[in-house]
């Protein structure tokens, strides 16, 4: 958040602003319209630390500049943070996101797994590709009712050389994928490589597109819900987790 404010203030418009004595700096009103469209900005804190998984997943390669991305570089540095903050008793991770990167989706669905806070996903719009197993890295998982996830094989973009050695990587890979979605959801492996592999539903693929309550009866989500639900959910296991520390204080 603080790198982004920074960014702010340096485009902020030219020319002093009426109330501030400091010349090409836009005043707080300004930049909060300039960034979020609004006037105002909540200021309270939060024990909650949410974390947004937007457009596609950049990865080693930098994607061109009008795609809408998310780097998986400044998500872990603010995980490991969030891990290591006291403030912080809970996170919650929403996703709107189209997939990409493979190796990068599974290290930031690594990095949520890992966390020892109470965690929470919640798919808005779509989580699809790998994404899904970002959606399946929390201790609990939502989906809106108008939400989809796209479950598809490994793809290769580019030339290709070396066919079977590639084959055998992709392979490799794609298993990686389906054992991490298996041992994060209820869905049994061969559920979740049927969905993978089925023909007829996707125009120039295989694979197949799951509405938000067939992705809970399918048990790759636990839950239908939204904001609220997610939140309620994560202070849930925020409160859980206190009572044990509380009950050894007493003793």
Same mark, same amino acid.
């Given at each position: 958040m603080s790198t982004y404010d920074m960014a702010g203030a340096a485009n902020s418009p030219e020319g002093p602003s009426p109330g501030e004595g400091e010349p090409g700096r836009a005043s707080a009103p300004a930049q909060a319209v300039q960034q979020l469209g609004q006037t105002t900005v909540p200021q309270s804190e939060s024990n909650i630390f949410c974390m947004t998984i937007i457009g596609q997943i950049e990865g080693h390669i930098v994607l061109p500049p009008q795609n809408k991305t998310t780097k998986y570089e400044h998500l872990i540095p603010q995980l490991a943070a969030a891990e290591q903050n006291p403030k912080i008793e809970g996170i919650l991770i929403v996703l709107n996101t189209v997939g990409g990167d493979v190796e990068a989706g599974l290290a930031i669905a690594e990095m949520i797994a890992s966390l020892t806070k109470p965690k929470v996903t919640l798919v808005?719009?779509?989580?699809?590709? %790998?994404?899904?197993? %970002? #959606?399946? #890295?929390?201790?609990?998982?939502f989906i809106a009712e108008t939400a989809t996830m796209t479950i598809h094989p490994i793809r290769l973009n580019g030339l290709v050389i070396g066919v079977p050695q590639t084959f055998e990587y992709l392979d490799k890979m794609q298993e990686r994928v389906v054992r991490f979605v298996t041992s994060h959801s209820r869905i049994s492996e061969a559920r979740f490589k049927e969905l993978m592999f089925k023909t007829g539903e996707l125009t120039r693929d295989i694979g197949t597109t799951v509405i938000g309550p067939d992705a809970v009866k399918d048990g790759l989500i636990d839950a239908v819900g939204g904001i609220g639900d997610a939140l309620a959910e994560l202070n849930r296991l925020i409160a859980g987790r206190r009572q044990p520390a509380a009950g050894g204080a007493l003793q």
């Open positions: 808005l719009g779509g989580g699809h590709s %790998i994404g899904v197993p %970002i #959606a399946v #890295a929390g201790d609990r998982s």
